[in-house]
C-alpha cells in the first residue's frame, strides 16, 4: 500500500471523505474506513469502482462525476447506497444501468453528460431509466 492509503487507512472513524480533483487514477483499499457513508470522487480519473467492495456495507452516497468510467461493476455490493453522482463519465451502454436495479436504498442518481444519453431523446432518457431500475426516485434533479 502506498503512502496516501497507509493514511487513509488510519482514519477509521471517518464518515465523510472528499477525495475530489486529485488525478487519482486507481483507489487503494479502504478496507479499515468502516463507517464511511459518503465518499467524494469527482473531478479524478478514476476509471473502475472495483475498490467499493470493502465499504459497501456502509457507504450511502457516492460522488463520483467527471471520471473515465464505463462499467458499474463493483457497485452491485453496496446495499446501502441511496444517492449516485456519476455524470460526466464513459458509460455508452444501458446494459450497465441494469446493475443498479439490484440496489434497494437507490433514490437518486446523477447521470448527466454520458454517452449513453446519446442512445434515446433527451426526454426519453429518464423514463427509460427508471424502467431498468424502479426504485429510483430522482434522475438528473428530477
Not at 7 to 32: F, P, W, Y
Not at 67 to 92: M, P, R, V, Y
Request: hydrophobic share 40%.
Amino acid at each position: 500500500m502506498d503512502k496516501m492509503g497507509e493514511e487513509l487507512n488510519q482514519l477509521v472513524s471517518v464518515e465523510k471523505l472528499s477525495l475530489a480533483t486529485n488525478l487519482i487514477e486507481r483507489m487503494i483499499s479502504l478496507g479499515k474506513l468502516r463507517h464511511l457513508r459518503i465518499l467524494s470522487l469527482g473531478r479524478n480519473k478514476i476509471r473502475r469502482l472495483a475498490f467499493l467492495e470493502e465499504i459497501s456495507g456502509s457507504l450511502e452516497e457516492l460522488w463520483i462525476s467527471y471520471n473515465l468510467i464505463e462499467k458499474l461493476d463493483g457497485l452491485e455490493k453496496c446495499s446501502k447506497l441511496n444517492t449516485l453522482f456519476i455524470a460526466s463519465n464513459k458509460i455508452h451502454q444501458w446494459d450497465e444501468t441494469n446493475k443498479l436495479a439490484c440496489l434497494p436504498q437507490l433514490k437518486s442518481i446523477l447521470m448527466t453528460g454520458n454517452p449513453i444519453a446519446l442512445h434515446c431523446q433527451k426526454e426519453d432518457f429518464i423514463p427509460h431509466l427508471v424502467r431498468r431500475v424502479p426504485q429510483l426516485d430522482t434522475v438528473n434533479g428530477k
